[in-house]
């Protein structure tokens, strides 16, 4: 069975400039329709509102970082398996292990290209419904 098709992604990024490059290479050169929130609080207030089918999370924020808000994420009905992908500078091999422990379906570095980040999502979301 075909995966359906990834359309509405939750992006939790502190960065307004990473935000700013994230929604024109989600939105415009994607095609998805992309939420952005500016921290975890934020995205646990909105989550209802946009019903992502794939989340994407800064690790390093203040307040709640990355992994506390996937945590916070996954304890909300309908949103236990929904795949996630940390975007960090953080990716060697042993942190990338402990993102993939928490549950995340994908690492993506930054700074990242925006000219592929599209596709490097689609890609993992396609590798997350083939083992779902």
Sequence with gaps: MAPENLK???MI???PDIRTVAELALEAIGGFELTACESGQKALEQIDECKPQLIVLDVMMPCMDGP???KAIRRLPG???TPAVFMTAKVQSDEVQNYLAL???GVIPKPFDPLTLADQIR???NEACAIG
Excluded: F, P, S, V
């Design 79 to 81: 949103y236990a398996t």
């Design 68 to 70: 506390e808000t996937l």
């Design 103 to 105: 549950g995340a379906a």
């Design 13 to 15: 990024e502190d960065e």
């Design 8 to 10: 509405r992604i939750l």
């Design 123 to 125: 890609e993992i979301w």
